[in-house]
């Protein structure tokens, strides 16, 4: 199985899905301010200018290590840093990708998610050895969980207790994607 060695550059308006560049770490900075990111994403907490650019350390290394494919979510007008989103292939021997994003608070509510989440998927159901993409989401985010039934992702039900978020363990709603659930747009 084949999948790109490089980071692509996916531009789906209002965003562009992009690399991480030294630029971003005073979205990583701000994003570790948010009362929820830092809980259940490695953003440092900190608001330190170092961490944050060992956060973005991080992201190009996941495609080094075969962990999977850290993006930048960035306005696709002005190029600015609004978010990350990956798609992550822990268990592609199977078939499957995960997917997860944030989007800084100040960002929130412009359509960036859905249009991040819609180019992502779109894009790794493409890539070989893909058969199916995979979002786990807390069932109180319902802007997180719309976004994703916007796009065509299915909830196949509740995970009771599924994930470790900050001090405790969280329900998660399951969600998935199949090619043929794509809209025909994407």
Request: aromatic share 10%; glycine share 10%.
């Amino acid at each position: 199985m084949r999948l790109p060695e490089q980071m692509p550059v996916i531009a789906h308006p209002p965003v562009v899905l992009r690399p991480f560049g030294h630029e971003d770490a005073a979205l990583v900075q701000t994003a570790g301010s948010d009362a929820l990111i830092p809980l259940i994403t490695t953003v440092p907490a900190s608001g330190d200018l170092g961490e944050a650019r060992a956060y973005i350390a991080r992201q190009h290394d996941r495609l080094i290590s075969g962990e999977g494919y850290s993006f930048a979510i960035a306005d696709a007008v002005t190029g600015e840093a609004v978010g990350q989103i990956g798609l992550w292939l822990r268990n592609l021997d199977q078939g499957i990708a995960s997917t997860g994003y944030w989007v800084a608070s100040q960002f929130r509510r412009r359509g960036y998610a859905g249009a991040a989440l819609a180019a992502l998927s779109g894009w790794g159901l493409s890539l070989e050895g893909v058969h199916r993409l995979e979002l786990y989401v807390e069932p109180w985010n319902e802007g997180s969980w719309r976004a994703a039934e916007r796009v065509g992702y299915r909830r196949e039900g509740l995970l009771r207790s599924w994930q470790q978020v900050g001090p405790q363990r969280r329900d998660m709603y399951m969600y998935s994607l199949l090619p043929r659930d794509l809209p025909a747009s994407s």
